[in-house]
């Protein structure tokens, strides 16, 4: 049976070996700015013209529109807006997915993809 002092160098080598492959690590890349939470937390004001598509959305709505848009600065966090909408509009019908669709031409702002559950979002730029 190895005695204790024989196995503290093999224990203290470990623990070196570890710590050297946690600092050895790259440094985490930054992770897009935009959630989910966030993108649905904006088009909370939105519910009433997608739900029933008739006029125009509300100023509030049409405010968190923009500033989804306009805070998707980068390839990331365009594509993570596009993937969360993307997923919304899978478990939605089809007329809530048209007027869904429709919002970014209502309130002016420019979308370069189209809000579908067939979207294919790594082509976003």
Do not use: H, W
């Not at 470990?14 to 600092?23: H, N, S």
């Amino acid at each position: 049976m190895a005695s204790f002092s024989a196995r503290k160098p093999t224990s203290f080598a470990l623990l070196v070996m570890i710590t050297v492959a946690l600092f050895a690590q790259p440094a985490p890349t930054a992770e897009a700015a935009v959630s989910c939470n966030s993108v649905q937390n904006s088009l909370t004001p939105c519910l009433g013209f997608v739900l029933v598509g008739v006029g125009n959305p509300s100023t509030s709505c049409c405010n968190g529109v923009r500033s989804i848009f306009n805070g998707a600065t980068t390839t990331e966090d365009r594509q993570a807006v596009c993937s969360c909408l993307k997923s919304l509009a899978s478990s939605a019908t089809p007329s809530i997915i048209n007027n869904a669709a429709a919002l970014p031409g209502k309130c002016s702002v420019s979308v370069p993809y189209a809000i579908s559950p067939s979207t294919d979002c790594s082509r976003v730029n």
